[in-house]
């Protein structure tokens, strides 16, 4: 009798954390978002120092609530950051060429996502990055990558190479030139969407390419 009732009360327990999931965000990636706006703040152009105003250092502050950020349900890991126009370039997406490039132009420290275990969707489109300082031990496992209306050239393609779990990969309106870069894009084999448009590559496809 004893030990049914303990079975009863663990699987009951096993419920409630199901049901309830994980309560209150993890330390180490509370200080990794704030770690990432200080960052942003600290990038050229910065207008609005109010940017990502629920992100504050505060214990009770429950990371997984706030604006932009997105949690396993279950292990309160962070699974999402939607970044798009994360400086507030209000005007950078439709408006873009009437500004003079090299006052916006900024490079990202992809070091400062490493923080996040589970992190599997980063969207960082409109923020007008021009390359990233890449960690070459990175142990990332995005599937989705947005880096659509920024300033990248051909050579972010192959600092991507250590993404090799993607599935989704954006990078329209960028100033990627050249021939197609099949050879490189090659390294992810479970990518099942490819967006690589309104960029000024050359020539045309062949049917390797686009194999």
Not at 18 to 24: D, E, N, T
Request: some cysteine.
């Amino acid at each position: 009798m004893g030990r049914s009732l303990v079975k009863c009360l663990l699987w009951g327990l096993i419920v409630l954390v199901h049901l309830h999931g994980h309560r209150g965000c993890f330390e180490d990636e509370r200080k990794g978002l704030l770690e990432i706006k200080e960052f942003v703040r600290s990038s050229p152009n910065i207008t609005d120092h109010h940017l990502l105003h629920s992100w504050v250092d505060e214990p009770e502050s429950e990371c997984c609530e706030w604006e932009r950020v997105a949690c396993n349900s279950t292990t309160g890991h962070v699974t999402q950051l939607s970044l798009h126009n994360i400086r507030d370039l209000y005007f950078y997406c439709d408006e873009f060429y009437y500004y003079d490039r090299k006052n916006i132009i900024w490079f990202l420290n992809v070091s400062l996502f490493e923080t996040f275990q589970e992190l599997k969707s980063l969207n960082l489109s409109c923020n007008a990055i021009g390359g990233w300082i890449e960690n070459e031990d990175s142990r990332m496992k995005l599937e989705r990558l947005d880096l659509g209306s920024n300033m990248f050239n051909r050579s972010i393609i192959q600092s991507l190479r250590l993404f090799k779990s993607l599935k989704t990969l954006s990078l329209p309106d960028n100033s990627l030139e050249g021939s197609f870069p099949a050879k490189e894009l090659s390294v992810f084999e479970d990518l099942e969407m490819l967006d690589l448009s309104n960029n000024e590559f050359n020539g045309s496809l062949t049917v390797q390419d686009k194999r």
